[in-house]
């Protein structure tokens, strides 16, 4: 077994770790967990929610 070569497990660890720098290195718009949590939401609802000619803003 070559060196170089490594275990699916090693290659998706080192994915999320990457993942995991690049929400460290964001700016500081996303790094706040307080808009990071109303953005989150905000996008939620918008897909949750289906358009106005769809639907009656007074059904809610």
């Known amino acids: 077994m070559k060196p170089q070569q490594q275990p699916p497990t090693k290659q998706f660890s080192r994915r999320s770790t990457t993942s995991l720098l690049f929400t460290t290195t964001a700016p500081d718009r996303f790094k706040n967990p307080l808009a990071c949590w109303q953005q989150l939401t905000a996008s939620l609802r918008f897909t ?3 358009p106005d000619s ?3 803003p007074r059904d809610n």
């Open 48 to 50: 949750t929610t289906t």
């Open 54 to 56: 769809f639907k009656d």
